[in-house]
Structure formats: structure tokens, C-alpha cells
């Protein structure tokens, strides 16, 4: 069985698929708060790029919340799952209700996250968006939408592990998206890690704020040493 020790070992694996970005100018990665922030650090030290993190929120089909039937993305983009909404009966009134949830809890973490800093001009820009996984990809596909808007050079989704038809459909949204394993059957994201304890909100600051200190890549040693902090 394919597995991670835990996010940042998936990130470093990440990393290694990524070696043809490493230097390039313009490069950005973005992070999915919160489990994509180590894994997104991890891609960034590796290729010597900024990290930034970008807000998407799942929405959940009410009493069935690990179901996706949609997402919404910074700036108020909504991407709705019509086929998982049909199937699960969820009335109109049901999604603004979930929708209106999810925009102050994305709301809470752009301050937390992101505090006064303005989202980065991604204009002319290669961006790499981290995930630590992807199941029906509906909340990287509001990521990609919402990015899109922002006219990025190129959009290249990456994460440790997904289902192979999600990442298949991915290419055809993003301009290309790269995963380490695509195991089948699939099942879900967590049961490719030993450790996929939650992220907090402290350790996605201190990543984003060790990653603007410092970006350059450390040696397996040092990085063992640091795993024992989080």
C-alpha cells in the first residue's frame, strides 16, 4: 500500500515530481488551508518559490457534510455539483443556508490567514496550487476557477495523492495536475496517510510565516529536526 508518513513527507515526495519548476521566475505556490499548507510549504522550499495560500471552502451536503456538492472560493466564486445535488435531494434553500455558513468561516480565515497582506497579482504568474489530496476535486475545481479570473500564465494543480479520474478531469480544467499516486480503488485522502491528524490554524501561520523568512531548501537532517515541532 502507497502511504505518507504525514503532510510534509508528502510534500517533500510532491516536490520531487516538481524539480522542472525549481528556480523559475514568477513562480507561485498556493495552498489549500488547512491540511495543504505543509504540503505546500514543502513545494515551496524545494523550488525556491513564495507561498501564499488561497481560500476554499467545501460545501457539504447538509447531514452528509463529507459529500461535496459544491465549493466557494475568495473574491465569492461558487462552483455547485448539480449531478451530487440531484442524487442527494438538496433543496435551494439548503445550499444558500450552507453557502452562507461557509463564506464567514472563509471570511475567518482570510483574517487569520492573510491579515491586512493583499492577495499576490498573480498576472503573468505560474502557479502551482497544493492540496494534500483529492477525492471529487469539486474544491480544487472552485480553487482553479477563481484563479483563472486572476489571469495566471499557467495553473498547475499538485497534490500527493488522488482518485485517477479526478486527476485526469483536472487536466482538462488546469493546465496540468500532477500526483504523486493515483491508487485504485481510492476509498479517500486520509487512508493514504499514517499521520493526517488535523491542521491548526497556528500551524498554517507559523508555515506562511517561516516560509516568508526563509524559503531555501534545508537538508534531510534539519528537516527531521523540525518535524518533531509539529
Known amino acids: 500500500m502507497i502511504g505518507f508518513r504525514h503532510r510534509r513527507d508528502a510534500g517533500r515526495r510532491l516536490a520531487a515530481e516538481l524539480q522542472q519548476f525549481a528556480g523559475r521566475k514568477n513562480l507561485l505556490v498556493l495552498a489549500l488551508p488547512r491540511g ?4 505546500g510549504y514543502e513545494v515551496a522550499r524545494a523550488l525556491g518559490a513564495p507561498l501564499d495560500v488561497l481560500i476554499v471552502r467545501k460545501l457539504g451536503v447538509p447531514g452528509h457534510e ?3 456538492m459544491g465549493a466557494i472560493a ?3 466564486l461558487r462552483v455547485l455539483d448539480e449531478r451530487t445535488i440531484r442524487m442527494a435531494g438538496v433543496p435551494g434553500a439548503e445550499i444558500e443556508r450552507t453557502t452562507a455558513a461557509e463564506m464567514r468561516e472563509l471570511a475567518r ?5 492573510r491579515g491586512t497582506r493583499p492577495f499576490p497579482d498573480l498576472t ?5 496550487v497544493v492540496d494534500d489530496g483529492l477525492a471529487t476535486g469539486a474544491t480544487m475545481r472552485a480553487a482553479v476557477g477563481a484563479l483563472r479570473q486572476r489571469q495566471p500564465a499557467a495553473i498547475i494543480v499538485a497534490v500527493p495523492v488522488a482518485a485517477s ?3 485526469e478531469a483536472l487536466r482538462w480544467t488546469a493546465d496540468d495536475c500532477v500526483c504523486v499516486a493515483q491508487p485504485e480503488p481510492f476509498y479517500g485522502v486520509g487512508l493514504w496517510y499514517h499521520d493526517f ?11 506562511l510565516d517561516a516560509a516568508r523568512t526563509s524559503l531555501a531548501p534545508t537538508t534531510e537532517q534539519q528537516r527531521e529536526s523540525e518535524m518533531h515541532h509539529w
Not at 480565515?109 to 490567514?113: C, I
Request: with cysteine.
Open 109 to 113: 480565515r482570510e483574517a487569520a490567514y
Open 197 to 207: 491528524s488535523q491542521t491548526t490554524d497556528d500551524e498554517v501561520r507559523a508555515l
Open 165 to 167: 479520474a479526478t486527476c
Open 124 to 128: 503573468g504568474r505560474t502557479v502551482i
Open 74 to 76: 475568495s473574491g465569492g
Open 66 to 68: 463529507e459529500l461535496a
Open 36 to 39: 495543504g499548507v505543509p504540503v
